[in-house]
């Protein structure tokens, strides 16, 4: 069974920053690409950030590259997500799962989700 807790979401201003984890159960984990995703009200859910099981290849979507750093602790199956200078379009729900890079950007994630952390921003 996938477990998926997420943690770290808040109420910020705008430039303000957060610090995201995902506890990730052992199946999930191992030997995994993790990623994480979100989603904005009335949108649909879309990468945001990802990093190869031995953390040495790492990939953003371009709105948050320079702001946003993807990085796990493979020890305590977790990863994290900071986020600095965040924006009011950073607004979102925000998901982590394992995931397979289908090249192009394109990221799928496993099937079944945490329930995510909210982050918001105000401006």
């Known amino acids: 069974q996938v477990q998926l807790v997420e943690s770290g979401g808040g109420s910020v201003q705008a430039g303000g920053s957060l610090r995201l984890s995902c506890a990730a159960s052992?199946?999930?984990?191992?030997?995994?690409?993790m990623g994480w995703f979100r989603q904005a009200p009335g949108k649909e859910r879309e990468f945001v950030a990802a990093?190869?099981?031995?953390?040495?290849?790492?990939y953003y979507v371009d709105s948050v590259k320079g702001r946003f750093t993807i990085s796990r602790a493979n020890a305590n199956n977790t990863v994290y997500l900071q986020m600095n200078r965040l924006k009011p379009e950073d607004t979102a729900v925000y998901y982590c799962n394992g995931a397979v890079n289908l090249g192009g950007g394109r990221w799928q994630p496993n099937d079944g989700w945490g329930q995510g952390t909210q982050v918001t921003v105000s401006s």
């Open positions: 990093i190869s099981w031995s953390g040495d290849r790492i």
């Open positions: 052992g199946r999930t984990f191992s030997r995994s690409a």
